[in-house]
């Protein structure tokens, strides 16, 4: 028991304390029930949605006459209709993937907007839009020499709306939201941002018409979340990073717009011992069935395969909020097992397995890393060695749940240093771990050196795609 107690708690205290070395491999993995991963916001910035200095054809009808103009997104006023109209536009961030654009239309001699107020009113533009967006947002503003005038309460409902403010500019204005009108990315051919029929609402409303010299609307577009895109599938890079897995492995997803974050699961996300297979919205199906998701960012996903899947060629889908990815082609296999020798490991050229003492030391030529406590094993001496993708165990422990106990490896498992095959007093998953195997080791009686060879065999087939070593003192 006094043997158990020990084993569970340098389990614990060693994978938590390799969490930074695991990252540097590229693979991440954390303590589900004692390490919290905290979202680290990603950076923001200006989406763009209509580029700065963009082509833009601006039209007005009966405002105060019929013109077309074309001129670029700027804020720089612009001379149009012959110079009886000064057109320019603004554009607003509101968040990584929101933005107003704004657009001016004024009478340079102050006269009115409208040059027949029975007539009709209308404004058209062409605009360019760099990415596909929903446009979720509108305003509209008329204003007298500067300040706006309000309310027009008779008929106004036939353009928009009725609220007195709204977010971007000060002072009355006819605000509308909580609708999406999806828009691809192109082109916006004979945008009708206003019409009215006739112009005299203004007067209906108790506005002299010809009052009115400026009028300003407003157009909030959100960008449309991007398919995500799968480009490759390893298992983890820290444990051999093969282009094929079995069930149960821990594999790496590489791609673009996987999800967000960077987010790694905490013990918030486990229902009791059961993995999630949803992390900030991201989810990923191997051959039609759940992952278990452990990491989530833009560009990496990490997660435990699922049992049951059948070997062979097999579809990777990896769906966020804005939908799923095409299907990425996997191979399964029925077991692909790697010991963990993350590249910070590699010292000289010479890949190290990450291994353990009872003390807490890593077993590494002594200062083989700055500010890692190491040193050589011994004969005799007991170490602790990880892997995955190990298999099947007894009793039966399924992919997505935290290891509870002790348990046992299905297939026969050997461990040789130095060319002797070692003792292996634990051979299972790792105790309150989600697919980790732990290998308690005996060292056997070797000569001493800083590049001995750690080899192991599963059911009889030698697991040959790493080339490991140890350091081993006197």
């Known amino acids: 028991m006094a043997q158990l107690e020990a084993k569970e708690s340098m389990n614990r205290m060693f994978f938590c304390g390799l969490a930074i070395l695991s990252v540097l491999a590229g693979f991440r993995l954390v303590c589900a029930q004692s390490l919290s991963a905290k979202p680290v916001a990603e950076a923001t910035s200006e989406p763009h949605i209509i580029p700065i200095g963009s082509p833009l054809t601006f039209g007005g009808t009966n405002v105060p006459d019929t013109y077309s103009a074309t001129t670029t997104f700027s804020s720089t006023p612009v001379l149009v209709d012959n110079g009886k109209v000064k057109i320019w536009q603004k554009q607003v961030t509101t968040s990584a993937d929101g933005e107003w654009d704004i657009f001016y239309t004024q009478i340079v001699d102050g006269g009115p907007l409208a040059g027949n107020i029975d ?8 605009y360019n839009l760099s990415k596909a967006a929903s446009f979720d ?6 204003v007298v020499n500067g300040t706006p005038v309000g309310p027009l309460t008779n008929g106004i409902g036939s353009i928009c709306c009725a ?3 709204n977010p971007i500019v000060p002072g009355w204005s ?11 990315a ?4 004979n945008w009708q941002q206003i019409y009215v029929d006739p112009y005299s609402l203004v007067s209906d409303g108790g506005i002299n018409p010809s009052s009115p010299n ?16 799968v480009n490759l599938v390893i298992s983890a890079s820290a444990y051999g990073a093969f282009p094929t897995f079995g069930s ?21 996300n486990f229902t009791g011992i059961n993995a999630p297979t949803t992390l900030v919205g991201t989810s990923v199906t191997i051959g039609g069935q759940s992952a278990f998701v452990d990491y989530v960012n833009s560009t990496q996903v990490n997660v435990q395969v699922p049992a049951g899947i059948n070997t062979g060629a097999q ?4 769906t966020t909020a804005a939908g799923s990815s095409a299907p990425f082609p996997v191979t399964v296999v029925a077991d692909n097992p790697g010991l963990l020798a993350p590249s910070s490991f590699d010292i000289g050229g010479t890949q190290y397995v990450v291994a353990q003492s009872l003390t807490g030391e890593f077993v590494l030529p002594s200062g083989a890393i700055s500010g890692v406590a190491s040193q050589p094993a011994k004969p005799g001496q007991t170490i602790v060695i990880y892997g995955i993708g190990f298999g099947s165990v007894t009793p039966t422990i399924p992919p997505g749940q935290l290891a509870q106990g002790d348990s046992t490896l299905a297939l026969p498992f050997t461990i040789s240093i130095g060319g002797k095959n070692a003792t292996v007093s634990y051979d299972g998953l790792s105790p309150d771990e989600v697919g980790v195997y732990q290998f308690d080791v005996v060292v056997p009686d070797v000569a001493a050196g800083d590049k001995v060879p750690v080899t192991f065999t599963l059911g009889g087939v030698n697991g040959t795609q790493q080339n490991l070593f140890i350091a081993i003192g006197n």
Request: proline content about 4%; overall charge negative.
């Open 186 to 189: 192109g082109t916006q051919t």
């Open 163 to 165: 609220e007195a403010s």
């Open 248 to 268: 149960s492995s821990w594999i790496e997803i590489y791609g673009t717009n996987l999800g967000v974050g960077p987010q790694g699961w905490s013990s918030a």
């Open 214 to 229: 400026e009028f300003i609307f407003g157009l909030h577009f959100t960008l449309q979340p991007a398919l995500p895109t």
């Open 137 to 142: 947002a509108v305003f509209q503003q008329w």
């Open 174 to 184: 006819y605000y509308n939201s909580g609708f999406n009108v999806q828009l691809a």
């Open 315 to 318: 579809n990777l889908v990896v």
């Open 119 to 126: 007539a009709d009113w209308n404004i058209t533009m062409d």
